[in-house]
C-alpha cells in the first residue's frame, strides 16, 4: 500500500478507533451473511455449526467498544468439534477410495497446474488445497512444515520465497497457520503471490476470527481447522479466482459505480434517512454490479479496501437463491477487528440480483431481523417509487466516460487510482481487446507486472514505459494517484505524454461522476 495517508486506513486496527474523519470522507465496513427464511439455507446451517457453543467452555467475553456502544460477539471453540473433523476425514477417506491409489503429488494432471495455493497449521495439519483433495496431500503438506520449521528453528529467520527454475514459491507464517503459493506462470511475480495468499488469510479471519484461532490451537496445537471452515472453502477458491482479474484487489483498493452525483446523492440520502434511526446499524453499502454505490457510515468510523472486497466475495461466492427476501451473514473484518464479529444483513433489491444492500450491525436476533427487513422494504418501495435502478442502469448509455472522449486514438484502455481515497476506475477496452477475455487477461498482467515494479521499495522509479511486441504499456505513480495506460504499440512518447495529460483533464472532469467524495453520516 501507498505510504499517502489513507483515509480508508484509519481503522486499520482496533487501537486506531480513535481516529478521526471528516464528513466528506469514504469510509466502509464489513459483512457476512446467513440466510433468513422459512427454509434454511447451507449457509446458516453452516454458520450455525461453526457458531455451535458448548458449556464445557467458557463463553468468549464480547469485546466492547466504550466510545461507540458497539458490541462485537467473540466466535466460540468447541472442545467436541473434533467428532465432526473425524467425520469429515472419514468422508474424505472414503472418496479417495474411488480415485486412483497413485500419490497425488505424482499425478500428470495435478502436476500440470500452473498454481497452487496450499494452507496448513503449524502441525502440519492439511487445512485447503486450491487443487486437489488436501487430505491426500498430508505426507506433501507435512514436507512443507518441516521445511518452514527447520528454517525458522531460529525465531531470526523468516522463510519467505523460493525460486526453483520456473517457479516461484512463497510463504506465510502467521498465527499458527502455514500458507504457501506456488506459481509457474511467466507473468507472475512474487509479490502478487505474495498478496494473493494474504488475501487467503483474510478470508480465513474472516470466518474464524483470531481470537478463535489463537484459542484454539493453544488448547489444541494439533487441531484440524478444516471443521471451523467447513462450507466456506468456496469462499477462498471464489476470493483467488477473483484475484486473477480484479484491479481492486491488484490496487488495494475500491471499485466504485460511475453514477451521476445527483443520483447518487438522493440514493444516498433515501438509504441513510431509513437507517439513521437504527441504533444497531454501523454501516449501510449500497451495491450495483457488485460496485460501491453508496456508503452510510459513522462520521468517526472507516473500512478498509481489504475487508469490502471480503464482503463481495461473500455476494460472489455463495449462490444465494433469488426467492430469498435477505440474508444474515457473520463476519470479521480482519483490518476492522480482528477478534470481532459483526453481522451483516444483505438483501437483493431487484429481480436480476444487480443492486445489493448490507446493512452491517454488532448483533443479530429476531427483533433485528423484523426492523431491519422493514427498513429495507421501505428503501425498495422508494427506489421503484424513484425509478432509482432504472437510473443507475441508463449510466450504460451514458457515452461521457467512454474511452473516445479523451481524443486520443492510439489510447486503448486505462486504469486511474486515486491513492487520497482509495479508489479507482477503469475504462472500457477497445478493439482489438474488446469482447477478448484472453486479451484482457494479458493486459492485465501487464498491469500487474508494473504496479509490484512501482511499489518495489528497492525501486525508485515513478514513471515506466515499455515497448511491447502488440502494446506499449505506460505506468506513472504519484502521491495522489497512480495511471496504468495501454496504447498502440507503435506510439511515441509525445503522444503517450499528451494521452496522460488529456487522461488526467478527464479524470478530474468527470470526478464527481467516477468517484464517491462525500457520503452522508450516521448520528452515532
Known sequence: MSNTQNKFDQLSSISDFDSKADSSDVIFDNGFGSSHSTNESPLLQNFNQALNIEADFENESKINDINSGFVLNQRDFDENDENSVEELENKDKDSDNEESDLPIEQNDEWRSQSKHIFILSESGKPIYSLHGNEVNLIAFMGLLQALISIIECDNDNRLNCVIAGEHKIVFMHRSHLILVGVSNEPDKCVEQLQLEIEYCYNQIISVVTLSLIEKIFNKHHNYDLRNKLSGTEKLLTNIIDRFKNDYGMLLNCVN????????????????????????????????????????IRPKSRNIHPVDVHLLVNVITGFDTPKNVEFTWYPICLPNFDKNGIMYAYISHLDESCQTCLILLTGMCDEEQSIELNECRKRIQQKMLTQNTIQLMNSKLKDSSLRLDQIGVSELKHFLYKDNKIFQYFSSDYTLPYANNPSEQQRIFDMY????????????????????????????????????????????????????VNKLLEFTQKNKSKIFLSSMPTLPR
Open 256 to 295: 466504485s459505480y460511475p453514477l451521476q452525483q445527483e443520483i447518487r446523492d438522493q440514493v444516498s440520502k433515501l438509504i441513510a434517512q431509513q437507517i439513521s434511526p437504527l441504533r444497531s446499524v454501523i454501516f449501510g453499502l449500497f451495491l450495483f454490479e457488485n460496485k460501491l454505490v453508496s456508503l
Open 448 to 499: 500487474q507486472r508494473l504496479y509490484h515494479k512501482l511499489h518495489n521499495k528497492t525501486n525508485s522509479l515513478r514513471i515506466i514505459y515499455m515497448q511491447k511486441k502488440y502494446e506499449t504499456i505506460l505506468g506513472w505513480q504519484t502521491s495522489s494517484f497512480e495511471i496504468y495506460a495501454t496504447f498502440s504499440p507503435l506510439v511515441t512518447k509525445e503522444i503517450a505524454i499528451l494521452a
